[in-house]
């Protein structure tokens, strides 16, 4: 097992993408850029600002290359797209972004239902966009890697098969799409497949134990939203992702750096709150104010 204080790790924030993909209410783009730009603020390295599907599947994430445009670049800050299909792509390398990150799911039903297309015709448009990519930076996530909504657990073996063509090729997330994976199953799976991150949500309150999990099974990219937000329009009754400023909170207090301000972060959730019009998931932001904690006592 990897003792936390000795793991490096970067926090990517997907509140832009997949927290705001869930809402009820669409956003206007320069409000997403400037959730984006409030992020960056704060210290995140990496941020999920957008992804590009198709307006009438998900009118929430209309207008990316609007986003794109209105955000205001800093250095040392990666901004990544997420892309289903060959046409996803297109418009990413058309974008000024950093990183893609191509998606599928590990069961055939969530394909069909998320992206129109089958399990096997899903691997084979990852391969063409990690093709295309050539030397861009890329990120794999295979979501429902622990549980489907339509088909139940998943196995692991056939996580570890899927992963294995793209562990080499590019960086590879394992996704809780429907928050049920407990800290052992996390723990094991990224081992067993090498994954280089977690995407945890916190349906059922394991998410923060699974991500220190991850961590302890090699991971060192943890998805987190800012304020708890998240959720999949293609999976029933699925919920947020684990909050990214109780995540901050959590790894600082165990000696693991992040670089984020968690302050600011909570500054973020606060002010997204005001935007949204009603409270969010998390829990630091609406905590008492209390010192920062260097490492355990």
């Given at each position: ?7 490096e ?7 832009p ?52 445009a ?41 394909n ?22 050539g ?31 793209f562990?080499r090729?590019?960086?590879v ?29 916190n ?7 699974n991500?220190?999990?991850a ?16 959720g999949?329009?293609?999976s029933?009754?699925?919920t ?37 019009g009603?409270?969010l ?17």
């Open positions: 097992m990897i003792t936390l204080a000795t793991v790790i970067c926090v990517c924030d997907v509140g993408r997949d927290g705001l993909q869930n809402e009820p209410d669409v956003l206007a783009p320069e409000t997403r850029a400037e959730l984006v730009d409030r992020l960056a603020a704060a210290g995140l390295r990496r941020i999920e600002a957008v992804s590009f599907v198709r307006d009438d599947r998900v009118p929430q994430m209309a207008g990316a290359e609007e986003v794109v209105g955000v205001s670049r800093r250095e040392g800050v990666e901004l990544s797209g997420l892309v289903l299909n060959e046409r996803g792509w297109e418009r990413f390398a058309a974008a000024p972004l950093d990183r893609v990150n191509v998606t599928f799911a590990a069961t055939e039903a969530f069909l239902q998320n992206g129109n297309a089958t399990l096997a015709e899903a691997v084979e448009r990852a391969e063409a966009i990690l093709s295309a990519a030397e861009t930076p890329a990120t794999v996530t295979i979501s429902c890697s622990f549980g489907c909504p339509f088909e139940g657990r998943v196995d692991p073996g056939a996580v570890a098969e899927l992963a294995a063509p562990v090729r590019a960086e997330v394992l996704a809780d799409t429907i928050g049920v994976a407990t800290p052992s199953a996390v723990r094991a799976l990224v081992q067993r497949t090498r994954a280089q991150g977690f995407h945890g949500h349906t059922r309150n394991t998410g923060y134990a991500c220190l999990a961590l302890e099974g090699g991971a060192s990219v943890l998805d987190a939203s800012v304020g708890g937000l998240g999949c329009p293609f029933p009754r699925a947020g992702n684990v909050a990214t400023e109780d995540l901050v909170y959590l790894l600082e207090g165990e000696g693991v750096p992040t670089g984020v301000d968690p302050d600011a972060l909570v500054g973020v959730a606060q002010w997204l709150e005001g935007v949204l009603r409270p998931e998390g829990y630091l932001h609406r905590a008492a104010p209390w010192p920062t904690r260097t490492g355990p006592t």
